[in-house]
């Protein structure tokens, strides 16, 4: 067998378990936003009363965070660990306007009524959404040209968010390098990041993975948006 056989053969092999990026240490590397994210919710975290993490995980960002207020609550729609509340579909099991601080990084969607019901007066979302074309390259590569749409555009956000009433404090886009270094790192973010390309198998892409030439080069897009309930 080839180098490039052996790679894909490992990275197909290797273990995706929750949200863990550790196994592309050294393999890939993806810029950060500039707003810092964990630290602007550790400084709200700070002085919360009620925090919601939506979407969390395995709730490592919460385990990150130096001063939790005294009611914390995780939302996922697996059970990665006890304590987290296990959610499928838009609606939380929560009740209206129990959280004064609500956070979400990287949402796979956002059910801006459900946030809106469950923060207090005056509560506030705090999230890093990931924009629309990120990681584009890296999946018209195995699928052609990705359509046109306005989903997850830092503009819809906006829109949707004070269309239940919410106000946008703060809204910030960047667009952000990411490489990846070898045909195993492309394998395991595509196993794990699996809306980039829905119907993703080495099996299948096999000659594509193949004709990769690394590094390979690919952007990311993110956007934090800050809103609060009247």
């Known amino acids: 067998m080839s180098e490039v056989d052996d790679l894909i053969d490992e990275a197909a092999a290797a ?26 919710v550790a400084e709200r975290a700070a002085h919360a009363h009620a925090l919601l993490d939506i979407e969390c995980g395995d709730g490592r960002l919460l385990d990150s965070i130096p001063h939790l207020p005294p009611l914390v609550v995780g939302v996922e729609d697996y059970q990665p660990r006890p304590g987290m509340v296990c959610a499928t579909g838009a609606a939380l099991p929560l009740r209206d306007a129990s959280f004064d601080l609500v956070i979400s990084r990287h949402p796979v969607a956002a059910h801006w009524d459900e946030i809106a019901r469950v923060l207090t007066p005056g509560g506030t979302y705090v999230a890093q959404h990931v924009g629309a074309r990120s990681a584009a390259a890296v999946g018209e590569w195995f699928v052609g040209p990705w359509p046109a749409s306005d989903a997850r555009t830092p503009e819809r956000a906006r ?27 492309v394998i395991y973010f595509l196993r794990l990041v699996v809306w980039i390309v829905p ?23 993110r956007f934090l948006i800050e809103a609060r309930r009247a």
Do not use: I
């Open 15 to 40: 273990p995706t378990v929750g949200w863990d990026f550790s196994w592309l240490d050294g393999r890939a590397t993806e810029a950060r936003p500039s707003w810092h994210f964990r630290e602007r």
């Open 159 to 185: 829109r949707e968010a004070e269309g239940v009433g919410l106000e946008v404090l703060d809204l910030r886009y960047e667009e952000l390098p990411m490489v990846f270094y070898d045909v195993g790192a």
């Open 199 to 221: 119907d993703f198998t080495v099996a299948k892409y096999r000659d594509r993975l193949a004709a990769m030439t690394f590094p390979f080069h690919a952007t990311s897009t």
